[in-house]
């Protein structure tokens, strides 16, 4: 199976950037690499998703090492709003596989 | 437009019964994805559906099933319930559930087995 990887916490100072990292050193040339958030009793959200360009939306951007191997997602002012638990995925053989994601704290 | 809804919300059952979760796709939509989050194992792929097909499966036995309707709507059932079972059972939608589409996921259905 694709696995990801990614630290089980980070830390935050609010208004600053944020550099969330992923290795997913299975990947294959065709999958997507997607990130999708999750805050306490609530369904994962999706952040963003791409498959070997640098992304950009309004929410973060995702940055693709060339070998694609690891992906880093950005978010350029962290809030309070973004403190979750984030996920990083790829989909491979037709299945998203799902990392152990990063909790993200953010502090006032 | 209105998001992805799971019902019911929130089951408890007891161990050997059975149990139907629903799940209604945002319109438009023809994938729907199951998922199994419990604290232990994290998030994990159940199945897939796609215009009334199953195209995927993920590692669960056979007591996991499911299905979808012409209006792309799903359940998923699981039989003879065991207490590792109780988990936050998740459903996502998506245009056509490839990886280049994005994900929406419902707010969830929490089942606890007694």
């Known amino acids: 199976d694709a696995k990801t990887t990614q630290p089980n916490s980070m830390e935050s100072n609010e208004e600053e950037p944020v550099h969330l990292p992923c290795n997913h050193s299975?990947?294959?040339?065709?999958?997507?690499i997607h990130w999708y958030r999750q805050l306490p009793s609530q369904g994962p959200e999706y952040v963003i998703h791409g498959l070997t360009s640098n992304v950009n939306n309004r929410m973060a951007s995702l940055a693709i090492a060339e070998d694609r191997k690891s992906s880093t997602l950005i978010l350029h002012r962290a809030t309070l709003r973004d403190a979750a638990v984030y996920y990083c995925?790829?989909?491979?053989?037709?299945?998203?596989?799902f990392g152990s994601g990063t909790k993200l704290n953010v502090k006032p | 437009k209105a998001g992805v809804t799971q019902t019911p919300r929130y089951l408890i059952k007891t161990r050997g019964q059975q149990v139907t979760l629903s799940c209604s796709p945002i319109s438009g939509h023809r994938s729907v994805s199951w998922y199994q989050q419990t604290p232990g194992q994290g998030l994990q792929f159940l199945f897939e559906?796609?215009?009334?097909?199953?195209?995927n499966k993920g590692n669960f036995p056979g007591r996991f099933s499911g299905r979808q309707f012409s209006n792309s709507r799903s359940e998923m059932n699981v039989s003879t319930l065991e207490l590792g079972d109780s988990a936050l059972y998740l459903c996502?939608?998506?245009?056509?559930?490839?990886?280049?589409?994005?994900?929406?996921f419902g707010p969830g259905t929490r089942l606890t087995v007694l």
């Open positions: 996502a939608s998506s245009r056509r559930g490839q990886g280049a589409d994005e994900q929406f």
């Open positions: 995925t790829t989909y491979n053989f037709n299945k998203f596989y």
């Open positions: 299975t990947i294959s040339g065709t999958d997507y």
């Open positions: 559906y796609f215009s009334e097909t199953q195209r």
